[in-house]
């Protein structure tokens, strides 16, 4: 049974709604109207162009379906073999998920609509086969795949009676990282300014950039619709915020198995998200807590969701995750807009957002549609800047973890254990996407590069590196960090040379007044002595970043195409 959301019942659109899309909406279980339903549809025409702000979990999915899908239903002679609604979506599942929900509501209609997926990492061939053969009334896409299908003529002809295009998440589907492509996506098809489509976008977030580029999808008398007042928190408000600030790096891992082990033990159903900064560091994460059983026993399921990941494996865990009733995943922001997770009780952030928005957007999957949760950061000296800076985020700080059955766990122990038996290359690659995620922040926290490079260092021992691992000298290039003090150089032959430590005698000082131990000077590389390479380069599924394949931690020459 789901949560009732809103005052108004759904029978009372019969006459403004299909009675078959009523009909779904009973088979979903779907009663009333959630507030940004209700304003919406409440609109005096459904045609109209329309801007839409509402937290996270309020239900505007159906909130743009609904009204599309009725427009389309009354055009009498409409031909279903050409796109008449276009959705567009910053990642691959968030793209499925709309097309699973649009199928949920096109489920009675007779004949049926086909809703079609054009997304990145299957066989561009197979997907585009369908495309062209079917009949694909709607189509959810990601900006690339899109891109790919229309350099030919005969999709480009399936999009030329467009009536409808949403942009969901689109604050993220308008910032400069998906624009070029948006820009050619709309250049192949018929044109805004003929009238010939309504344009709908939809958000929790809307940052006031997104004004300049409206144009590009709605008209200028558009409607602006917010279910959030101006006074109003960003975030949902049965979802408390709390800050556990830990006294050093170290403290990160011991401190997440306490909190994981605590709220098993208050709900042993437990089912969390815990957000990592980069793909890399998800997957160490995933592999640490594997060993760890999840928290302690018994058990938990552990899943990782990353961009890293096998597209095959990307679906299976969360078609896997989506049914688990308990279980942890240790995801990247990949999953950090948009996914519904049923049940989530927790969201924990390990050290800060990519951007203040995306924080919002993590902490709303959990407490979606009337549901309760809890949202947790775990933050070092260095990165309590984020709560400092963004007073409008509810985040509690009632100072270090604390519960009364944390002594029951020897989390330092358990935690030295598993990262005992983690093969060093994920240790090496979590340590340069750490790298190349601190440096993308430096502003924030006025630090130099010497200080990302001492903070990275930390991190490498918080994770059981005996010494920081060695990067190829082109990785420290590409990454902006030449003669910067403590990283550890592979040069071509082989060799390993020291640049002078951080924090060592005359070193630059630490930030937040830290000082630091010297370490690795002279030792010769480790392990595969290989250098740990894969690039750098922040997030995964940061502003700017289009998900999936071109974020994070992949040197833009090499970067795989994205969706
Ligand atoms: N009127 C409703 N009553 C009950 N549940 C609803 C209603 N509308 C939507 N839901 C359910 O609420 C959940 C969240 O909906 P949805 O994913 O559309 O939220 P959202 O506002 O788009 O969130 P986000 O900002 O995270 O993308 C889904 O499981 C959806 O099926």
Redesign the pocket.
């Known amino acids: 049974m789901?949560?009732?959301?809103?005052r108004v019942p759904y029978a009372e659109m019969a006459g403004r709604l299909r009675p078959e899309l009523l009909q779904a909406l009973t088979k979903?279980e779907?009663?009333?109207?959630?507030p940004?339903?209700e304003k919406v549809l409440g609109l005096p025409s459904f045609k109209q162009d329309c801007l839409v702000q509402?937290?996270?979990?309020?239900?505007?999915?159906?909130a743009f379906l609904l009204p599309a899908l009725q427009n389309l239903l009354e055009i009498k002679d409409l031909d279903r073999s050409k796109v008449g609604i276009l959705v567009m979506a910053p990642t691959r599942e968030l793209a499925q998920q709309i097309a699973d929900?649009c199928d949920k509501l096109t489920s009675v209609l007779r004949p049926g609509l086909e809703c079609h997926v054009a997304v990145g990492g299957n066989k561009k061939a197979t997907q585009l086969g369908k495309f062209l053969g079917g009949k694909p009334t709607i189509l959810v896409a990601t900006p690339g795949r899109l891109n790919d299908y229309l350099s030919d003529q005969a999709p480009r002809d399936k999009l030329n009676k467009v009536r409808c295009v949403v942009l969901?998440?689109a604050d993220r589907m308008l910032d400069d990282g998906f624009m070029p492509e948006l820009m050619r996506i709309l250049s192949q098809i018929p044109s805004k300014a003929e009238g010939k489509w309504q344009g709908m976008c939809?958000?929790?977030t809307m940052p006031p950039e997104i004004n300049k580029v409206l144009h590009l999808v709605l008209k200028p008398d558009h409607a602006k619709i917010t279910t959030i007042d101006k006074n109003e928190v960003p975030t949902v408000e049965l979802v408390p915020q709390q800050v556990f600030p830990v006294p050093s790096i170290n403290e990160i891992l011991p401190t997440l198995h306490s909190v994981l082990a605590c709220a098993k033990a208050d709900e042993p159903d437990l089912k969390a998200i815990i957000f990592c900064p980069t793909a890399r560091h998800a997957a160490l994460m995933y592999h640490i807590f594997g060993f760890t059983g999840g928290a302690a026993p018994p058990k938990l399921p552990v899943f990782q969701m990353q961009s890293r990941m096998s597209q095959p494996a990307r679906t299976r865990t969360i078609e896997d995750f989506k049914k688990a009733e308990r279980g942890l995943l240790f995801a990247s922001d990949v999953v950090g807009?948009?996914m519904?997770f049923?049940d989530i009780k927790l969201v924990i952030q390990i050290g800060v957002p990519s951007e203040k928005d995306q924080y919002v957007?993590r902490v709303?999957?959990t407490g979606?549609?009337?549901k309760i949760g809890t949202a947790v950061m775990i933050l070092t000296p260095e990165e309590m800047w984020f709560v400092d800076r963004n007073p409008q985020f509810p985040i509690q700080n009632t100072g270090p973890f604390a519960h009364p059955k944390a002594h029951l766990y020897p989390s330092t122990t358990i935690i030295s254990d598993a990262l005992a038996k983690i093969p060093d290359q994920a240790k090496e690659q979590a340590y340069v996407a750490n790298l190349g995620f601190t440096k993308s922040l430096m502003r924030h926290f006025n630090a130099k590069t010497a200080d990302v490079v001492r903070y990275a260092n930390d991190f490498a021992t918080s994770i059981g590196c005996a010494e920081p691992p060695a990067l190829q000298a082109s990785t420290i290039g590409k990454m902006g960090l030449k003669g910067v003090a403590g990283l550890r150089v592979l040069n071509k032959a082989g060799a390993v040379t020291n640049t002078r430590a951080a924090g060592g005698p005359g070193g630059p000082p630490g930030f937040s007044g830290h000082s630091r131990p010297t370490r690795g000077e002279g030792r010769p590389a480790r392990g595969r002595g290989g250098g740990a390479r894969g690039g750098f380069g922040a997030r995964d599924g940061g502003r700017g970043a289009p998900e999936g394949e071109r974020q994070g931690e992949e040197p833009r020459h090499k970067r795989p195409r994205r969706e």
């Open positions: 789901r949560a009732e959301t809103g979903m779907i009663t009333h109207l959630s940004v339903q509402a937290k996270t979990g309020t239900g505007k999915t159906l929900e969901d998440e939809f958000s929790a807009r948009g519904d049923p957007h709303g999957r979606r549609a009337g």
